[in-house]
Structure formats: C-alpha cells, structure tokens
C-alpha cells in the first residue's frame, strides 16, 4: 500500500446490529489496515438498539461507541457516525463479516482524487442463485437508467467518501437504501466515483435485510433521486408507456379489425396522454435549470 502526500484523514464509521461475534475483528482488522497506510484515523461503532453485547465487543476492541437507545436502521446508524466523525473523510464497512477489512486497503490510493470509492462486490457469493441474479440485474439496471452510468455495484457497504458531500443529497434514507442513494446521488450530481473491485465473503450470523420491504423502499429511492436530478428522464420513460400500448393497438387492429374507428380513437387517447406526460417532464427539467442556474 503506498503511503499518500496530502495525508487524508478518516473516520471509519462501522454500523452494527447484534453483530457481538463480528464487529470485535472488524474493528481489528480495520484498524490494522489503517495503521499500515500511515494515515490519521478514528474508528467510531454505531449500536443501533442491539440485544447482545455488541457495544460491550466494540468498546473492548478499542472503538468509539455510539449508541442508539432503539433500532433506527442501516443509514441512520451511518448518519449518527458521519455526524461524529472528526475527520473529512468517512469509511464504512459492515460490522457483519462479509467485507474483509483488508479490502478497504484497495480503496485508500484513489482519494482524494476521487470524491467516493465504492468497493464493488464480485463473483457467485455476490450473484447468487439464478433468481436472485436476476433480481439484483434488474436493480443493477434500474441503478444504471437513474445515473446514466454503468454501476457494478450499487449498494456496497465498503466505500470511502467525503464527509462534505452528504450534505448535496437530496434524499436522506435511514434504512437499507442508504448506499443505494449515495452512489445514485454522487453519480446524477456528476461528482467523481470510482468502483474498485474487491472480494466479499458469507456474513457471519443471520441478515437483517428484510426483502420486500427494502426493495420497495429502494424503488422509492431511486424514483425520488431521478425525479430530482433528471425529471425529463423520468416522464419520458413514464410516457413512453402509453405509446408503446398505442403502437401496440394499432399494430393488433391489422390483424384483427375491432369496432370501426375504436382502435384509432383509443390509441389517440393514450398518444395524447404520453404527449402530456412527456410536455410535463419538459416543464420540469426547464423549472429545474432555472432553479439551478439561481
């Protein structure tokens, strides 16, 4: 690992849920890493409301103990850490086992150069089963259509960024989602990323992550971002919706004819309705720029 000329100096921010069997060499391990780089550092564990001793494992392992009096969530326990730290930049890693710290030595050469470092996940452990590397496909997909960008790896929970950054969010997520938004923002808001591939391990104890809910709330996310950065993006893909029923009508009505005129009129109505949808993200995107430009 080189060493850096600016001396960048980090808070490591380690969020932590009944993780009392994992956040002891998590700490450990990071602390190690650091060390090595000759940088600066604090390292600050966030309980959120856990049951087990895992504040006890973090405070014996030599960090900087938040705790929340109850479960509040993965991105508000980065929140209360990011607002304490002491330093300018902030790294994170779960308290789970599934990042081996000595990953995050792979992220230090690239700051400060880069406003954030996303550790990008790879390999089968990552993908999974068939269906659940459709799944994550999909909202890799949807990731990249928000920020225009190809994504590897949206949701990582190893990265390094700058503390001063969080506050150009538009959207604060205190759940799941929290790095979904940050890699999503910092993207759409042209700051300069960069994914560095790194290897990812089987957690130790059971997830936390709850399905259904997490992926409608990572939806909402992502539908909250677009809208913000980019409207037009986002009434243009709601437009062509109606569009494409209208083409498919009239392409269905050659083959087989309905009322005289009905197919017609309906796919007016909904070319109509696509071309309103489409004006509106245009009104949109102008109240956007004007807003910006003040």
Known sequence: MRFFSDKPEITVVIPAYNEENAVSPTIAGIRDVLSRSGLKFEIIAVDDGSTDGTAKAAEAAGARVIRHPINRGYGRSLLSGIEAASHEWILIIDADGSYPPEEAGKLLPHIPAFDMVVGARQGKLFWGSLAKALMRWIYLSLARFVAGERIPDANSGLRVFRKSAIKDMPVLCFGYSFTTTMTLSFLSSGKFVRFEPIEFSDRVGSSKVRPVRDILRTLQIMMQVVIHYNPLKFTAALAAVPAALAVLILAA????????????????????LAAAVFLTGCLLQSLKTLLDRR
């Open 253 to 272: 009505a050659l083959y087989h004819p309905w009322r005289p005129g009905t197919e017609l009129l309906l796919s007016c109505l909904l070319l109509c």
